[in-house]
Protein backbone atom coordinates (compact mmCIF):
# COMPACT_ATOMS: atom_id res chain seq x y z
CA UNK A 1 0.00 0.00 0.00
CA UNK A 2 1.54 3.47 -0.37
CA UNK A 3 0.48 6.03 1.91
CA UNK A 4 1.75 9.57 1.12
CA UNK A 5 3.37 12.14 3.68
CA UNK A 6 0.29 14.02 2.86
CA UNK A 7 -2.01 11.35 4.64
CA UNK A 8 0.43 11.08 7.37
CA UNK A 9 0.66 14.87 8.08
CA UNK A 10 -3.05 14.18 7.85
CA UNK A 11 -3.43 11.03 10.21
CA UNK A 12 -1.27 12.76 12.78
CA UNK A 13 -2.88 16.24 13.01
CA UNK A 14 -6.04 14.34 13.20
CA UNK A 15 -4.56 12.55 16.11
CA UNK A 16 -3.05 15.29 18.17
CA UNK A 17 -6.10 17.32 18.04
CA UNK A 18 -8.38 14.17 19.28
CA UNK A 19 -5.38 13.72 22.20
CA UNK A 20 -5.48 17.37 22.79
CA UNK A 21 -9.05 17.60 23.17
CA UNK A 22 -8.89 14.85 25.84
CA UNK A 23 -6.12 16.18 27.50
CA UNK A 24 -7.84 19.60 27.93
CA UNK A 25 -11.26 17.82 28.89
CA UNK A 26 -8.75 16.05 32.19
CA UNK A 27 -7.16 19.58 33.00
CA UNK A 28 -10.55 21.47 32.82
CA UNK A 29 -12.26 18.37 34.95
CA UNK A 30 -9.69 18.68 37.48
CA UNK A 31 -9.11 22.38 37.70
CA UNK A 32 -5.80 22.06 36.17
CA UNK A 33 -3.49 24.05 33.06
CA UNK A 34 -1.99 21.88 30.23
CA UNK A 35 1.69 23.15 32.03
CA UNK A 36 0.10 20.78 34.98
CA UNK A 37 -0.53 17.83 32.74
CA UNK A 38 2.41 18.27 31.01
CA UNK A 39 4.26 18.18 34.29
CA UNK A 40 2.38 15.07 35.64
CA UNK A 41 3.30 13.30 32.52
CA UNK A 42 6.83 13.95 32.58
CA UNK A 43 7.24 12.69 36.11
CA UNK A 44 5.72 9.63 35.17
CA UNK A 45 7.93 9.15 32.05
CA UNK A 46 11.10 9.73 34.20
CA UNK A 47 9.73 7.49 36.41
CA UNK A 48 9.14 4.89 33.95
CA UNK A 49 12.64 5.57 32.66
CA UNK A 50 13.92 4.58 36.17
CA UNK A 51 15.05 8.09 36.27
CA UNK A 52 15.54 10.74 39.25
CA UNK A 53 12.57 12.74 39.05
CA UNK A 54 14.15 16.54 40.44
CA UNK A 55 12.69 20.26 39.81
CA UNK A 56 15.69 20.38 37.01
CA UNK A 57 14.73 17.03 35.36
CA UNK A 58 11.03 18.10 35.46
CA UNK A 59 11.82 21.44 33.67
CA UNK A 60 13.86 20.36 31.07
CA UNK A 61 11.01 17.86 30.09
CA UNK A 62 8.65 20.61 29.89
CA UNK A 63 10.64 22.93 28.79
CA UNK A 64 10.34 25.76 32.09
CA UNK A 65 12.90 27.94 33.64
CA UNK A 66 13.56 27.59 36.94
CA UNK A 67 11.05 29.78 39.03
CA UNK A 68 8.31 28.38 36.51
CA UNK A 69 9.42 25.08 37.53
CA UNK A 70 8.65 25.81 41.13
CA UNK A 71 5.60 27.56 40.80
CA UNK A 72 4.08 24.46 38.86
CA UNK A 73 5.31 21.80 41.53
CA UNK A 74 3.52 23.92 44.35
CA UNK A 75 0.45 24.22 42.73
CA UNK A 76 0.50 20.23 41.87
CA UNK A 77 1.80 19.66 45.54
CA UNK A 78 -0.94 21.94 46.84
CA UNK A 79 -3.55 20.18 45.23
CA UNK A 80 -2.20 16.91 46.43
CA UNK A 81 -1.12 15.22 43.21
CA UNK A 82 2.53 15.75 43.71
CA UNK A 83 5.06 15.50 47.03
CA UNK A 84 8.91 16.53 47.53
CA UNK A 85 11.14 13.58 49.35
CA UNK A 86 14.74 13.84 50.23
CA UNK A 87 17.02 11.69 47.92
CA UNK A 88 17.90 8.78 50.06
CA UNK A 89 21.08 8.61 48.57
CA UNK A 90 21.76 12.34 48.51
CA UNK A 91 19.90 14.16 51.30
CA UNK A 92 20.64 17.62 49.90
CA UNK A 93 18.61 16.62 46.89
CA UNK A 94 14.51 16.78 46.88
CA UNK A 95 12.93 13.85 44.14
CA UNK A 96 9.48 14.99 43.14
CA UNK A 97 6.94 11.85 43.25
CA UNK A 98 3.41 11.60 42.05
CA UNK A 99 0.91 10.65 44.35
CA UNK A 100 -1.20 7.87 44.40
CA UNK A 101 -4.33 9.70 44.09
CA UNK A 102 -3.08 11.47 40.76
CA UNK A 103 -1.65 8.39 39.61
CA UNK A 104 -5.68 6.62 40.19
CA UNK A 105 -6.89 9.71 38.61
CA UNK A 106 -5.16 9.37 35.57
CA UNK A 107 -5.45 5.63 34.87
CA UNK A 108 -9.02 6.71 35.50
CA UNK A 109 -9.13 9.09 32.77
CA UNK A 110 -6.36 7.67 30.53
CA UNK A 111 -6.22 4.11 30.68
CA UNK A 112 -8.85 2.59 28.90
CA UNK A 113 -6.97 5.16 25.70
CA UNK A 114 -3.97 3.66 26.89
CA UNK A 115 -4.96 -0.16 26.85
CA UNK A 116 -6.24 0.66 23.30
CA UNK A 117 -2.95 2.09 21.87
CA UNK A 118 -1.36 -0.87 23.94
CA UNK A 119 -3.95 -3.53 21.57
CA UNK A 120 -3.45 -1.03 18.38
CA UNK A 121 0.56 -1.56 18.67
CA UNK A 122 0.94 -5.09 19.33
CA UNK A 123 -1.44 -5.91 16.66
CA UNK A 124 1.74 -4.54 14.31
CA UNK A 125 4.55 -6.30 13.67
CA UNK A 126 7.40 -5.91 15.46
CA UNK A 127 9.32 -4.33 12.55
CA UNK A 128 6.21 -1.89 12.19
CA UNK A 129 6.27 -1.75 15.73
CA UNK A 130 10.19 0.14 15.58
CA UNK A 131 9.19 1.51 12.19
CA UNK A 132 6.28 3.53 14.20
CA UNK A 133 8.55 4.50 17.56
CA UNK A 134 11.19 5.95 15.30
CA UNK A 135 8.93 7.86 13.40
CA UNK A 136 6.80 8.95 17.09
CA UNK A 137 10.69 9.31 18.34
CA UNK A 138 11.40 12.22 15.41
CA UNK A 139 8.09 13.97 15.71
CA UNK A 140 8.47 14.49 19.50
CA UNK A 141 12.04 15.37 18.59
CA UNK A 142 10.83 17.87 16.14
CA UNK A 143 8.32 19.77 18.21
CA UNK A 144 10.75 20.19 21.22
CA UNK A 145 12.86 22.13 18.51
CA UNK A 146 10.59 23.72 17.75
CA UNK A 147 9.37 24.40 21.29
CA UNK A 148 12.91 25.39 22.77
CA UNK A 149 13.73 27.69 19.62
CA UNK A 150 14.15 31.34 20.17
Sequence with gaps: MDVSSGQIVTAVRRAVVQLSTQGATFAREHGMNLTD??????????????EPATAGALGREVGLASASTTQVIDRLEGRGLVRRTADPGDRRRVLLEVTEAA????????????????????????????????????????????????
Design 37 to 50: IRALIALNDLRRAA
Design 103 to 150: AASGIASFGPLLESVRDVAEARTPVERAVILAFLDDLAALALLRHSAP
